[in-house]
């Protein structure tokens, strides 16, 4: 995958597009209501990677994120919001959490790949990426601070460097995105379907609150 290294060597990243659509972060808040909604059967058919749930498979409630690794808004939901949803409603049975790759541009996406290879330890992965996303996506070097990071997780630069050529995997990785933006939707992040409805952009708690009620009552 010399194209990647060559994309992700460069100081300014330029994001990737899906089809016709230009891809960004969106403000910080949600919508306080849906701006959509989709077929849950569609939404959760098998895809090109497959799905890593957090929960039990029959909670009333199903959450589906769109992320990038890069995005600042989904670093800001994984370490403010995130951890009240597992404690609250993924824990307790009420809810079930899926993330889904929705890379904006090369050193996402690498970021991705590194964290698939990590299998069943690919979210908590994810969760160590959000948190030091500023060691690694906004410097100057930023391959050499994924790296470093990912050291933390157990990926040598041997490893490292011989994901970054899996060009099965950046495939996939990018297939993901590219269903989510042509069957749903998709072309911000973070974006968020709970139940099949459509949010955009970071929910606070309390939002997430009143609309996992909302979904609870209904069943």
Request: proline share 5%; aromatic share 8%; hydrophobic share 45%.
């Amino acid at each position: 995958m010399q194209f990647l290294y060559l994309a992700l060597s460069r100081r300014r990243l330029f994001a990737v597009a899906a089809g016709a659509l230009t891809l960004a972060s969106v403000p910080a808040r949600a919508e306080k209501s849906p701006s959509g909604k989709v077929s849950i059967d569609e939404l959760m058919a098998p895809g090109d990677l497959p799905d890593i749930v957090e929960g039990a498979a029959d909670a009333p409630v199903t959450i589906v994120e769109y992320a990038s690794m890069t995005c600042s808004h989904c670093a800001a939901f994984h370490q403010d919001v995130y951890p009240t949803l597992k404690k609250n409603y993924i824990d307790t049975g009420k809810a079930k959490f899926i993330l889904r790759e929705f890379p904006l541009d090369p050193l996402a996406a690498a970021a991705f790949m590194l964290a698939r290879e990590l299998g069943d330890k690919r979210d908590a992965t994810v969760d160590l990426l959000f948190s030091q996303q500023k060691n690694w996506a906004f410097i100057d070097k930023p391959l050499d601070g994924l790296a470093n990071v990912l050291k933390q997780a157990g990926i040598g630069q041997e490893k490292f460097e011989a994901v970054l050529k899996d060009k099965a995997l950046y495939e996939n990785v990018n297939k993901v995105r590219d269903r989510a933006a042509q069957k749903f939707g998709v072309n911000s992040t973070p974006t968020f379907f709970i139940n099949g409805d459509k949010y955009t952009g970071e929910i606070g708690v309390a939002d997430l609150d009143k609309i996992i009620a909302s979904k609870s009552a209904a069943k």
